[in-house]
């Protein structure tokens, strides 16, 4: 069974552009929820996606955005990139929604320069 | 707010013996935590989950302790092992909206010593 998948694995952006990440959850899970993990914030959350719904947001300016899919895929895109975005986008995908463990994928590590 | 802190960023234990990480949470609400093992390169593993009706729970070789009064979390790892090296965070599900939204602690690096 394959885990959750992020592409691409590396990106460097440069301030000013836009970036689009992509996930895919396990099949057959319809939650995705992203996060951003940087040394000096941690972990973040940044949004949660459910039948290509948003249900549940981050603080996040809304340069951050994100869509999901029918077959569950999301994709997040950033932007009017900014230095302080560097960082490693997670996604994560869960069976049912609340009261269940998560899957992470690799994540996707972003430079801006 | 909702907060989620760990009491030490570094822990170094020896091979074999048990290693204990704490974390401490404020939002006396929350009703489901999460354990986390991140390595270098790689996404959060889960490890074990407890909720707020439990005050312990075990798996192989790993038990989580729920102290409410306190509001307080605690990770066990019986017999380290350099495997076990690591970044572990507690998380708690804020189940906002009925959703999936985890807070996350800072961190704690295990380093196990030969």
């Known amino acids: 069974k394959a885990g959750v998948t992020q592409t691409p694995r590396y990106l460097i952006k440069t301030r000013g552009q836009q970036v689009t990440l992509s996930c895919s959850p396990i099949s057959g899970h319809r939650s995705v929820s992203w996060y951003q993990q940087t040394p000096g914030q941690g972990l973040q959350f940044l949004f949660e996606y459910f039948s290509e719904t948003q249900r549940n947001k981050g603080n996040f300016p809304g340069r951050f955005s994100g869509r999901q899919f029918s077959n569950s895929r999301s994709e997040m895109n950033v932007s009017t990139l900014e230095l302080g975005d560097s960082a490693l986008y997670l996604c994560?995908?869960?069976?049912?929604?609340?009261?269940?463990?998560?899957?992470f994928g690799s994540g996707t590590r972003l430079t801006v320069v | 707010g909702e907060s989620v802190g760990l009491h030490l960023p570094t822990l170094s234990v020896q091979e074999g013996d048990n290693s204990i990480i704490n974390c401490a949470y404020s939002n006396s609400a929350s009703d489901y935590f999460i354990w986390y093992k991140q390595e270098s390169g790689k996404g959060p593993q889960f490890i074990i989950d407890i909720r707020s009706n439990m005050d312990k729970r075990q798996g192989q070789r790993v038990t989580v302790l729920l102290n409410k009064t306190v509001k307080h979390l605690s990770l066990q790892i019986a017999a380290t092992q350099p495997g076990d090296s690591a970044v572990y965070f507690c998380a708690e599900n804020g189940l906002t909206g009925g959703g999936n939204k985890l807070t996350f602690g800072t961190g704690t690096q295990l380093k196990v010593e030969l």
């Open positions: 994560a995908s869960s069976l049912a929604k609340g009261l269940s463990g998560y899957t």
